[in-house]
């Protein structure tokens, strides 16, 4: 009963250092994303995909890339990391990024320092 | 843009006893679903349930209940018969049906307390 599976679950990253956030789900959704949670606030969207072969960004997306590797696994990375991107990133995914009605559904969360 | 607003930063509640959260939306798309999400300590998203815009009646989960006021724009969470395990932050979120609003819009989240 996997789920979106996100890993790692902890890193710490030195300034300008770069990493890749792996996520994978098992629900055969088309849609997955990519979201932040900084201390105090609800979730902003950085980037997402509706569909295999197609990334959009969301709110907040600079400092980011994405990869949809396949239906399945969708990458974030961090390319030069900086201590504002210290926070709590989330995986989701859901069966189609068109209808308000399809539920989204969250990994259990990366947490991510950079000093 | 579509805007979500959580009024309560925290709220206490008495175990056994009924809570509401406050949850007010806006936006100009006519199609739109509304969600909310339970967030404990442990830091993952859970979903909790789901109203539609053109839904008749408010969505009803278990101890979740939904109150929809449509003209008022508000989507506020009802729990029945708090438990200690209810403790957590709670996020109001929306989907539009329309262009980059179909992804979730989250409000700042209310935390929560059950006091024993």
């Known amino acids: 009963n996997a789920g979106v599976t996100q890993t790692p679950k902890f890193q710490v990253l030195k300034t300008g250092q770069s990493m890749t956030l792996q996520c994978a789900q098992d629900?055969?959704?088309?849609?997955m994303y990519w979201y932040r949670q900084d201390p105090g606030m609800g979730l902003r969207l950085i980037y997402y995909?509706?569909?295999?072969?197609?990334?959009d960004k969301g709110e907040v997306p600079n400092g980011y890339n994405v990869s949809r590797l396949n239906k399945r696994e969708f990458s974030l990375r961090l390319e030069s990391a900086a201590p504002s991107q210290t926070s709590v990133y989330f995986c989701?995914?859901?069966?189609?990024?068109?209808?308000?009605?399809?539920?989204?559904?969250f990994g259990e969360g990366s947490w991510l320092t950079v000093v | 843009a579509q805007k979500i607003t959580q009024t309560q930063p925290g709220m206490f509640v008495q175990e056994k006893e009924a809570v509401t959260l406050d949850c007010t939306y806006d936006?100009?798309?006519?199609?739109?679903?509304l969600f909310w999400y339970k967030q404990p300590s442990s830091g993952e998203m859970i979903f909790l349930i789901y109203q539609g815009s053109y839904d008749q009646q408010n969505a009803t989960e278990g101890r979740y209940s939904l109150n929809f006021q449509k003209a008022r724009k508000s989507a506020n969470l009802v729990i029945s018969a708090s438990q200690l395990g209810d403790s957590a932050m709670y996020f109001c979120?929306?989907?539009?049906?329309?262009?980059?609003?179909?992804?979730?819009?989250f409000g700042s989240g209310t935390q929560l307390t059950v006091l024993p």
């Open positions: 979120a929306m989907r539009s049906s329309s262009g980059s609003a179909r992804q979730l819009t």
């Open positions: 629900m055969n959704h088309n849609s």
């Open positions: 989701a995914s859901s069966e189609s990024a068109g209808y308000s009605g399809n539920t989204i559904y």
């Open positions: 995909s509706a569909s295999e072969g197609t990334t």
């Open positions: 936006t100009s798309d006519p199609s739109y679903g």
